[in-house]
């Protein structure tokens, strides 16, 4: 290393090294929650943004108070059954400014009493209708589904443990298992696929609750031009019987539900910032006192203000970086290690983009080395004001 | 006339210069009007007891301690009318300073410690490095380039203190008891070198201490009682 005030910096750290290693490792802390808490908070958004975007409707109806049931299935991963009748189909179609229209069918599994697979969804949709599941068909097995087969979805395929299984028992009526879809990143990955051909039979086994002519959901496309919240208002203006979520309100329950985690997030990353703050402050007050003689000497020998300044900004820019590297990958670690405890998570790895991961790592810097140099900040004033003689004669 | 010539000559003039501490009701005066002459090259001893208020002369004279009345001034300009920064490059530029005490940085090498100065005065252009080891060899230290000054004995860290406050070639050298609690035969070898650094380089030496024989060395000698000066 060239001789220089970075050279004295890095030698005054090594001279205390536990010193050093503490102030580090407390800082790396608070990064390490303050990248975690914006992994968790930012992976949420972007996987939900993009479930929603795989979706592909604008406006999505369902039965009046079955709003949270649909974003359960369509963004989560929980099984739930509701259901509307099949009629509104029709009436949705001639609200204006709808254009297309799809409807789909959810059913809960259970095992030993109606199918041989532990619980979980399964879907019929139409064929003909529909423009979501027939788009992730072509992309898996580039074709559509046969009466009496079924698909899996990517997650489902792990989830229900279908290794190796060819066929199924579902609702008291046999199903080829053709295949798995690709990830699609919405609550649907857990899910198993079947065409409406099959509905009537289902239904006259007798097994899946479900009673002649419901559906679950319709998805509807609007016509170029109209705003899809004002044809969301018009279906529920319309038809007292549904309730209807509009694109950009998906995902709004589980995003006000995270919000009290992001308040948790917040006052932990404050309470840890004052901490670091306060550690900060500590360390350099004493290096204050245990400096000052040295400060002294330096400037007798021609030191300028800014020479102390600098110097000591050095160990405090040297103490932040090394700290924010350790939290950022302490963080890092940390995210991807416990997403696995958030459905929501799963795919937090693929779903920040790199943009967003360099962001959160500036981030990490910046308060890294943000909360050293508040905490040193007096200290280095007093540091560079000391008047030498008066330092070197109390030595 | 006379006067120009003395302002051409003087390399240091301090003029009627005190230093009042108040504490309290207290007036205390360290330094009570001194005033001293001291040409390029001369080497000055100034002599006297423990609160005498040589190291606080000293320090006025090193850019280290501003004065409370009077002028210090060097080759013609008071220096305590400097800005920050000018009076910082002067410390850096002009004056080596060897202090009473051990003044080297514990995380340093001897070598490193005598670089110190060098980045103060921004000298980047020099050869620093090989200096430093020339100068370490000068005062006897060639093998403790890279010890620590835990490493040295204090006659040793004295020694790199001395080669330390002629790195940046300055013209005056400030001794406050350079030889203070080291053994006679240390003395008498940092005395030696003090002499030659005088005499070779024409750096002007003032250096302060009680011990009288010491001060009997120098060519120019003075003495120091109750904040007052006066030559032997």
Same mark, same amino acid.
């Given at each position: 290393?060239?001789?220089g005030?970075?050279?004295?910096a ?10 050093t290693?503490?102030?580090?490792v %407390? ?5 390490s929650?303050?990248?975690?808490g914006?992994s ?10 993009k ?5 592909? +409707?604008?406006?999505l109806v ?9 974003e359960?299935?369509l963004l989560e =991963? ?17 609200v204006e !400014?709808?254009?297309d229209i ?18 979980a969804t ?12 027939? +788009? ?12 009496n ?11 229900l ?10 609702f008291?009526?046999k ?10 990143? =919405?609550?649907?990955?857990n899910?198993?696929?079947m065409?409406? #051909? ?5 239904i006259?086994?007798?097994k899946?609750?479900l009673k002649p002519?419901?559906?679950?959901? $319709?998805f509807?496309?609007?016509?170029n ?7 969301s208002?018009?279906?529920?203006g319309?038809i007292?019987?549904?309730d209807?979520?509009?694109r ?6 589980? $995003?006000? %539900? ?9 006052i932990t ?6 901490? %670091? ?6 360390v350099? %007050? +004493? $290096? ?9 000497i ?7 203000? &800014?020479d102390?300044?600098i110097? *000591? ?10 700290g ?5 990958l302490?963080?890092?670690y940390l995210?991807l ?5 958030? &459905?929501?998570l ?36 007093r ?6 003689f ?5 030595a | ?8 000559l ?8 005190s230093?009042?501490?108040?504490? !309290? ?6 330094? @009570?009007?001194?005033?001293l002459?001291v040409n390029?090259? #001369? ?24 004065n409370?009345?009077?002028e210090?001034l ?9 800005r920050?920064?000018?009076? &910082? ?25 005598l670089?110190?100065?060098?980045? *103060?005065s921004k ?10 080891? #020339?100068?370490l ?13 835990s ?5 040793q ?10 790195m ?15 053994d006679e035969?240390t003395e008498l070898q940092i005395m @030696? ?10 750096v002007t ?6 011990n ?11 003495k ?9």
């Open positions: 290393m060239k001789y005030l970075l050279h004295v890095v030698k005054n750290l090594k001279r205390k090294a536990f010193r290693a503490v102030l580090v %407390s800082i790396g802390l608070l990064v929650i303050l990248v975690f914006a968790f908070l930012l992976s949420v958004s972007s996987t939900l943004e479930a929603v975007n795989r979706l592909g +409707a604008d406006v369902v039965p009046t108070g079955a709003r949270d049931y649909a359960e299935v =991963t929980k099984t739930k059954a509701f259901y509307m009748d099949r009629g509104i189909i029709d009436r949705v179609k001639n !400014g709808v254009q799809t409807y789909q069918t959810y059913m809960t599994t259970v095992f030993g009493l109606c199918c041989d697979i532990p619980p399964v879907v019929s949709f139409n064929h003909d209708t529909d423009f979501i599941v027939n +788009a992730w068909l072509d992309k898996s097995i580039g074709r559509k589904l046969k009466k087969e079924a698909i899996i979805g990517f997650e489902a395929y792990d989830n443990g279908l290794y190796d299984v060819s066929s199924s028992l579902l008291g009526v199903f080829d298992l053709v295949g798995v879809l690709d990830k699609t990143g =919405t609550g649907l990955d899910a198993i696929f065409s409406d #051909e099959n509905i009537d039979e289902v006259s086994r007798g899946a609750g002519d419901t559906i679950s959901v $319709i509807v496309k609007v016509k031009g109209y705003d899809p919240l004002q044809v208002r018009n279906i529920e319309a007292i019987e549904v209807t979520i509009e950009n309100d998906m995902g709004k329950k589980i $995003i006000t %539900s995270l919000t009290d985690i992001k308040n948790i997030f917040l990353i404050i309470l840890a910032f004052l901490l %670091s703050a306060f550690l900060a402050w500590t350099f %007050s +004493a $290096i204050v006192n245990e400096r000052s003689r040295e400060v002294g330096m400037k007798a020998m021609g030191a300028r203000n &800014s102390i300044v110097m *000591f900004t050095l160990e405090i820019l040297i103490l932040g970086f090394l924010s590297v350790l939290g950022i302490f963080g890092t995210s290690s416990l997403s696995n405890f958030f &459905s929501l799963k795919d937090m790895a693929a779903s920040l983009s790199i943009t967003e991961r360099v962001g959160i790592g500036l981030l990490g810097i910046v308060a890294g080395s943000g909360i050293c140099m508040i905490g040193a900040f007096s200290s280095i004033i540091l560079k004001n000391l008047e030498p008066a330092v070197i004669k109390e | 006339m006379q006067l120009l010539r003395r302002h051409r003087a390399q240091i003039e301090v003029r009627d210069t230093k009042i501490y108040r504490i !309290g009701d207290n007036v205390i005066r360290a330094v @009570d009007r001194v005033s002459n390029r090259g #001369e080497f000055v001893s100034i002599i006297g007891h423990s609160g005498s208020g040589k190291t606080t002369l000293l320090s006025m004279i090193g850019g280290i301690l501003r409370s009345e009077g210090v060097y080759n013609g300009t008071d220096i305590y009318r400097l920050e920064d000018e009076l &910082s490059k002067y410390r850096a530029k002009k004056v080596g300073y060897i202090f009473q005490f051990a003044s080297l940085l514990p995380v340093l090498t001897a070598k490193e410690n670089l110190l100065p060098t980045i *103060f000298n980047g252009s020099k050869p620093g490095g090989k200096k430093a080891e #020339e100068y060899d000068m005062v006897g230290l060639k093998d403790k380039i890279h010890a620590y000054p490493q040295l004995s204090g006659g860290q004295r020694r790199v203190a001395i080669a330390r406050s002629m940046n070639d300055p013209e005056l050298i400030l001794g406050d008891e350079p030889t203070g609690d080291l035969e @030696d070198l003090l002499g030659r650094v005088n005499r070779q380089n024409s030496i003032i250096f302060v201490t009680h009288s024989e010491l001060a009997g060395t120098a060519s120019k000698q003075l120091m009682s109750n904040g007052r000066l006066h030559e032997i």
